[in-house]
């Protein structure tokens, strides 16, 4: 269960591997952001996709559409329970993205309303609908960061 972050100072680590399932899904306990590296590239466990989903409470389907994830493929992803490495990515992206905001906001609750909503400084887009690209991405933690430091967004 994600620890909300005035209880608890998480690392970023920790939480990102909270997200995606932790030991029981990743297979390993994170000790860096170098150990998601040959996790990604070897493509994550399809339930690091179920697990971030649920703790985040959003539907595998909306999350797809946002990180623009073929339904066809992960069908078949689902199948063989690995995601492919531009699937992992993404989701990593999404665990970051989502485990930032719980930090900054305060909790996971926040951080879903948050990632979900239509935001004026990304142009109107949500932020999950952001990470699909390095620069989306960017944007968005660029957007966490100015809320952090009470910077107008």
């Known amino acids: 269960m994600l620890i909300c972050a005035k209880r608890h100072r998480m690392s970023d ?3 990102v591997s909270d997200l995606l399932g932790g030991r029981k899904v990743l297979g390993r306990k994170l000790e860096s952001r170098l150990d998601l590296i040959p996790l990604v590239r070897a493509g994550l466990p399809y339930k690091a996709l179920e697990s971030v989903t649920a703790k985040l409470n959003i539907s595998i389907e909306s999350a797809t559409t946002a990180l623009q994830l073929a339904r066809r493929t992960l069908a078949r992803r689902k199948e063989t329970n690995r995601l492919g490495g531009q699937e992992s990515e993404r ?19 926040k951080a879903t309303q948050w990632v979900t909503a239509n935001n004026r400084a990304l142009g109107g887009a949500t ?21 952090e430091h009470d910077v107008y967004s």
Do not use: F
């Not at 989701?91 to 609750?109: F, P, Q, T």
């Not at 932020?127 to 809320?147: C, F, H, N, Y």
């Open 13 to 15: 680590i920790e939480r």
């Open 91 to 109: 989701i990593v992206r999404l665990a970051d993205v989502a485990a930032r905001a719980v930090s900054v906001l305060g909790s996971v609750e």
């Open 127 to 147: 932020p999950i609908s952001m990470l699909d690209t390095d620069v989306g991405a960017r944007a968005t933690e660029e957007l966490l960061l100015r809320i």
